[in-house]
């Protein structure tokens, strides 16, 4: 065989020491990343200097050593890679949670080490090496000698990223989304599954986990229930060897506000319901507007109606941030419509990241009522807004202090509440209606938790989302935090001031450092000031 060191070779030495004479039968060659000549970096950092003396002088089969490799620069294309593949977890993981570029001395030294000299490397076959104490070896063909690189810098680039692109070999597949609304329609593709030299894949057998299955290279399946679903993928090759992979994917009730008053999804109307989605962000559930085109045929595309409710005096409140970068497009905005009758009648809020402004539009017409230099999008964070309507009195609240106020009798008019915007992306949550006027078409919203409370969390147990759901009867400072069966914290979900309400926060079953944690009870504790709640949660794996 032959070894390839890329990182520390004590235990290279030890080997050495303890079996040289099975390092004389077994090691065909053993290819060391590092330096000929007093390599300060592998060698003098770890204090392996006499350890690499003890191995040169005495190692019994040839050594190679590949030093070349800090100016090609690989890694960044792992992003685009499939999320299965080792190497894209690797890259991320050691550059901070980015894809970025780094060295590539490891590379250089595996793909001598797997492929030889071929059309890649020169061998240097003469000279001498040496060490920072003094050791000087001499080198000989066969015995002792380095790699010259023979290829460009982009050549080696290319040749390392698209085998570091690869999937190992086994079951893989696609899924067009993980989580998602009900019904919600799925497609998996397995066509990246990759069995290895001769053999093919003949039939593809999938597992829904809602007791449904499938056959095929490529399926949809429509989830009809809510929960979180083992999708299991099997494989049998043309010499009748089966292979088994399974993913996770979670159906939930279209919920996306972490306040109760109509934030269940179907309580809504969207307009170009493709770009409408929930997401998570903040470690909450978020309703996120996206920001590609918008269809011109309809009517205010990108907009969300509360449908089957008309309303005259009311009290709207959200939380709104930009998924615009605000110093590259200072024209972001997002629209508050209210009195909405029909597409050529109604009012709206225009807040854009420069100015603002009220506008009536009446018969198609549209006509200007104020105006503001002030920002509506004074940041890229989360802003409170307030919007009241009483009589023809409207008030405008940004984070609690008043934005504007406006009173014209053209505000006064009886209709439906939307928001959205008309070309930028946009994330809308804790969305709550309060009225003075009793409202056409839907129940009243539900009163205002009276005491502080944090319920069991559902599904229970789970596998690897849960939704965790506790009641405030005030804004409080909260802190939600999991702890493990010992009482070690693992995981602080969030913390911060929330509103007086219900909220529902969902854990992914990761831990502080974003691995997934094993099986086995944790705990998640609420704390609000002194009060100090708990409830036990299972985890399933």
């Known amino acids: 065989m032959t070894i390839i060191s890329v990182g520390f070779i004590n235990n290279l030495d030890d080997l050495l020491r303890a079996e040289p004479d099975l390092v004389a039968q077994k090691i065909k060659e053993l290819v060391i990343m590092g330096g000929v000549n007093n390599d300060n970096f592998n060698l003098v950092r770890h204090n392996l200097v006499d350890v690499s003396e003890n191995i040169i002088e005495n190692w019994p089969t040839p050594i190679v050593f590949s030093q070349e490799g800090s100016s090609i620069l690989t890694g960044d294309n792992l992003q685009y890679a499939p999320e299965e593949n080792p190497v894209r977890e690797a890259f991320f993981r050691f550059l901070g949670n980015e894809f970025n570029s780094r060295s590539s001395w490891d590379e250089i030294a595996v793909l001598y080490g797997v492929r030889g000299l071929s059309s890649y490397f020169n061998e240097i076959t003469s000279g001498t090496g040496s060490l920072l ?20 810098n982009p050549s080696y680039v290319r040749i390392i990223e698209e085998l570091m692109d690869q999937l190992p070999i086994g079951v893989h597949f696609n899924i067009s989304a993980y989580s998602g609304w009900l019904p919600f329609s799925v497609e998996f593709d397995a066509s990246i599954s990759n069995v290895g030299g ?55 009730d279209p919920i996306f506000s972490s306040i109760e008053y109509y934030g269940n999804a179907n309580n809504y ?53 930009t998924g615009e970068d605000l110093s590259q497009n200072r024209y972001a905005d997002y629209s508050i419509i209210f009195g909405y009758v029909d597409e050529e009648n109604y009012n709206y809020i225009l807040m854009k990241h420069t100015t603002s402004c009220i506008v009536n539009v009446s018969n198609g017409q549209s006509i200007n009522l104020y105006w503001t230099s002030q920002k509506g999008l004074p940041d890229e964070e989360y802003n409170q807004v307030t919007l009241s309507l009483h009589g023809d009195q409207l008030t405008v609240l940004v984070d609690s202090t008043v934005f504007l106020t406006s009173k014209n009798t053209r505000l006064s008019a009886v209709g439906k509440i939307g928001f959205g915007s008309k070309s930028y992306s946009v994330f809308f949550d804790d969305i709550q209606i309060l009225r003075t006027v ?40 909260v802190a939600l935090f999991i702890f493990d069966i010992i009482g070690r914290k693992i995981r ?21 450092t974003d691995l997934s944690v094993p099986s086995g009870v944790y705990f998640a504790q609420l704390q609000i000031g002194d009060i100090v709640k708990t409830i036990k949660l299972n985890l399933i794996r």
Request: hydrophobic residues 30%; negative net charge; contains cysteine.
């Open 492 to 512: 602080t979900i969030m913390k911060g001031k929330r509103a007086a309400g219900s909220h529902e926060i969902v854990w992914d079953g990761l831990d502080d």
């Open 269 to 321: 109307e969207r307009i170009d319901e493709n770009l409408w989605s929930s997401q998570i962000d903040k470690d909450d559930l978020r309703y996120y507007l996206g920001g590609n085109e918008r269809t011109t045929e309809k009517a205010l595309p990108g907009f969300c109606f509360i449908k089957d409710s008309t309303f005259s005096d009311f009290t709207l409140n959200m939380t709104v941030r």
């Open 198 to 252: 001769n053999r093919s894949i003949q039939q593809y057998l999938w597992d829904f986990g809602d007791n449904s299955t499938g056959e095929g290279e490529k399926v949809s399946h429509i989830y009809n229930a809510i929960g979180s679903f083992n999708v299991q993928l099997s494989t049998i090759d043309n010499f009748g060897d089966s292979l088994n992979t399974s993913k996770m994917i979670g159906v939930f």
């Open 133 to 152: 104490n003094g050791y000087v070896w001499q080198i000989e063909p066969g015995f002792r000698s380095y790699l010259s690189n023979r290829l460009s």
């Open 438 to 477: 009793t409202s056409v078409g839907m129940d009243l919203p539900k009163t205002l938790p009276s005491q502080i409370k944090l319920w069991q969390n559902y599904p229970n147990p789970f596998n690897p989302t849960t939704t965790i759901r506790f009641d405030l009867s005030q804004k409080s400072s």
